[in-house]
Structures are given as structure tokens and as C-alpha cells.
T-cell receptor, first 115, second 116 residues
Framework: GAVVSQHPSRVICKSGTSVKIECRSL??????MFWYRQFPKKSLMLMAT?????????EQGVEKDKFLINHASLTLSTLTVTSAHPEDSSFYIC???????????FGPGTRLTVT | AQKITQTQPGMFVQEKEAVTLDCTYD???????LFWYKQPSSGEMIFLIY??????QNATEGRYSLNFQKARKSANLVISASQLGDSAMYFC?????????????FGRGTSLIVHP
């Protein structure tokens, strides 16, 4: 299957700082990337959908100014958590999909801890 | 309303036995895809099996099979010959094709524990 990488896998940052998470599709062109947040023992919560070259579509309740998403190329999308606070600590997972395809391929996830 | 319903928060099975994880879905779109993912404690989402709404036969992938009952809108996952390594969270998901949105929806998951 297709490979999606995510970096970093784990990050600890101080409150008030910003953190950037990268999601890369390694062997296919990802026209659409999804960003999820997952709390312990809970399901994936879709945060936003990003299509290459256009602005991300955020789900209701997700602050677009806090969670900046950029999908500048067909292989890279980034999620920047701005002015992070302890309540932003979570597991963030990206997935990538090609145009017209139902399948989505997940990255390994990033565990963010804000102290 | 929940689009994907997984009614079993936790399931236990004896090693080498088969287990069925339930999933029902709700959509009015004739085109959709159904997925099952496994998430071990490491957190990665591992794709297991896919069923398209127009597929005539139930999908199978090794020890995994999907019992697709379209009229009942159910897509249960059957794991045969359970192994200790199958212990994990299992998520049922759907992507609908309406308007080309393909927005994915996940169920709440089922925690499976395989006993030796």
C-alpha cells in the first residue's frame, strides 16, 4: 500500500510556542489530506480537509487561526499548532488520498505534549 | 446522527477462535466505501479491508473478511483464527461519494483483547 510519513513522531513544547507537523505522501500524489486529532481511548476526530493548492476546510469547532494547515504540494501538508497550550496536547494523525479514490493512507501519528 | 455505529466498546476472544466486530452505517448516498482499521497501542492506523458499495462479493484479506449486508447497512469485520497480536482498537469507517466530498467518518471503535 501507499506510504505516508509524519514528522515528528513525538514533540514536547512549552506553552505559548508553535509546533509544525509535517505529513508527506512518499510514493503517490495526495490531492487530499486529512488531519485528525485523537484523545486517549477515543475515536479519530476530523479537524480539517486540505486539498492541494487551496485553503483547508475546517470542521465545526476547530479554530482555523490556531491550527494552520498548508497543503502546498501534492506530497506535503503541514499542520502548525500556534501558541500551543496544554489542552492542545493530543495525538495528531494525518491521512492522504488521491483524487476520486476512497482509500486513505495514514501517517504514523504525532504525539504532542505541551507543558 | 451517528453515521458509523460500533456498538461493542470491548470484545474478548480466545486465541485461535474467530471473532466478529459489529459496524452499522447510515448514508443516503449510493456510492460509498467502507473500511476497517486496526490501531495497536503504538497509535498507527493499519488498513485492514475495504468494501465498495457496488461490490457484489464480500471483501476478504487473509484472516479478515467483511460481512457486507447492504440492505441492513451493516459491515461487520470477521477475524478468523485470532492471534495475540490482534489485540488492538478496531475502527470502522466510511467515505461517501456525494458531491465528490469523500469526507471520512469513523466509528467510536472496539477494543479487542485476545486471550491465550
Amino acid at each position: 500500500g501507499a506510504v505516508v510519513s509524519q514528522h515528528p513522531s513525538r514533540v514536547i513544547c512549552k506553552s505559548g510556542t508553535s509546533v509544525k507537523i509535517e505529513c508527506r505522501s512518499l510514493d503517490f500524489q495526495a490531492t487530499t489530506m486529512f488531519w485528525y486529532r485523537q484523545f486517549p481511548k477515543k475515536s479519530l476526530m476530523l479537524m480539517a480537509t486540505s486539498n492541494e493548492g487551496s485553503k483547508a476546510t475546517y470542521e465545526q469547532g476547530v479554530e482555523k487561526d490556531k491550527f494552520l494547515i498548508n497543503h502546498a504540494s501534492l506530497t506535503l501538508s503541514t499542520l502548525t499548532v500556534t501558541s500551543a497550550h496544554p489542552e492542545d496536547s493530543s495525538f495528531y494523525i494525518c491521512s492522504a488520498s488521491s483524487s476520486g479514490q476512497y482509500e486513505q493512507y495514514f501517517g504514523p501519528g504525532t504525539r504532542l505534549t505541551v507543558t | 446522527a451517528q453515521k458509523i455505529t460500533q456498538t461493542q466498546p470491548g470484545m474478548f476472544v480466545q486465541e485461535k477462535e474467530a471473532v466478529t466486530l459489529d459496524c452499522t452505517y447510515d448514508t443516503s448516498d449510493p456510492s460509498y466505501g467502507l473500511f476497517w482499521y486496526k490501531q495497536p497501542s503504538s497509535g498507527e492506523m493499519i488498513f485492514l479491508i475495504y468494501q465498495g458499495s457496488y461490490d457484489q462479493q464480500n471483501a476478504t484479506e487473509g484472516r479478515y473478511s467483511l460481512n457486507f449486508q447492504k440492505a441492513r447497512k451493516s459491515a461487520n469485520l470477521v477475524i478468523s483464527a485470532s492471534q495475540l497480536g490482534d489485540s488492538a482498537m478496531y475502527f470502522c469507517a466510511m467515505r461517501e461519494g456525494g458531491g465528490g466530498s469523500y469526507i471520512p467518518t469513523f466509528g467510536r471503535g472496539t477494543s479487542l483483547i485476545v486471550h491465550p
